[in-house]
């Protein structure tokens, strides 16, 4: 089942584990200890790849409580560490039906993969991790900071000798700021400004397989800024049924601008 992931190697000591999902787990390596941020899916054998790249021992941290963050936690037999405030959200997040509109988008699933046994999963040993905490992985340090935004609980993870900072899914060309467990548009733009003073120089996201930079995360908060709720486009509500949301653009772009240079957008809830 190893065959289902593709492991790129964009700098030193980082893995960026990626498959047809589009929702990505990385992998940090030190001389001591590794680091792994985001279980994905969970459709094929994670630890599997993991033990191809490196047999030292794993610490696993958790960018959010989405499924698609936590759907593999229980194929890890240790703690998982994820901000305190998801934690009473997993139960709901990683719910089967949750887990079932996953596996329907997955159209080639691994080799003997066991639709019920996933449907059934549980989410792990979760235990909390807070700004402040240090993983030291033995000559590269991580350090937390908490990032509420996408969701209340989320957490970035500042990589400090490679000036690398890993955001989950709270930068990116579109960003959702909706539904259960989402934090409000201030909560996040303050996020936003703690984050910018660091001095990061590359951002990894869980959904953009190539780097970001510095430019992504402003255009997030310019967008926070400016976005219009009331001049916004209806967007389907996968997270909570019977929710409006609105697609807000950057002034002057629409949601068929996705993809071009300077594009941002967020998803808003009437009270975002």
Not at 8 to 18: G, S, V
Not at 141 to 154: D, E, F, K, M
Not at 177 to 204: S, V
Request: some cysteine.
């Amino acid at each position: 089942m190893a065959e289902y992931y593709h492991v790129i190697n964009p700098q030193k000591n980082l893995y960026r584990i990626t498959s047809q999902e589009g929702s990505y787990s990385d992998l940090i390596v030190g001389k001591d200890k590794a680091a792994l941020i985001d279980t994905g899916y969970g459709i094929g054998d994670l630890p599997g790849v993991i033990a191809s790249i490196t047999k030292l021992p794993l610490v696993i941290l958790i960018s959010h409580c989405h499924c698609d963050h936590i759907g593999g936690n229980s194929l890890f037999h240790q703690p998982i560490h994820m901000g305190e405030e998801d934690i009473p959200t997993c139960p709901y997040t990683n719910g089967r039906l949750f887990r079932q509109s996953m596996m329907d988008g997955v159209k080639v699933k691994p080799e003997g993969f066991d639709g019920e046994e996933y449907l059934s999963r549980g989410f792990g040993d979760v235990v909390p991790c807070n700004e402040g905490d240090v993983i030291d992985l033995g000559g590269l340090t991580l350090r937390v900071w908490n990032a509420p935004g996408h969701s209340v609980g989320s957490r970035a993870f500042y990589l400090e000798e490679q000036h690398v900072l890993y955001t989950g899914d709270s930068i990116g060309s579109t960003i959702l700021l909706f539904g259960y467990g989402a934090a409000d548009r201030e909560t996040y733009i303050a996020t936003l400004d703690k984050l910018l003073k660091l001095p990061f120089e590359d951002i990894y996201g869980a959904h953009a397989i190539h780097a970001m930079k510095r430019e992504d995360m402003l255009l997030c908060r310019r967008v926070a800024e400016l976005a219009d709720y009331a001049t916004g486009t209806p967007f389907p509500n996968p997270i909570k049924n019977g929710e409006d949301a609105r697609m807000c653009c950057l002034p002057g772009m629409t949601p068929q601008d996705e993809g071009k240079p300077g594009f941002a957008a967020i998803v808003l809830s009437p009270d975002a």
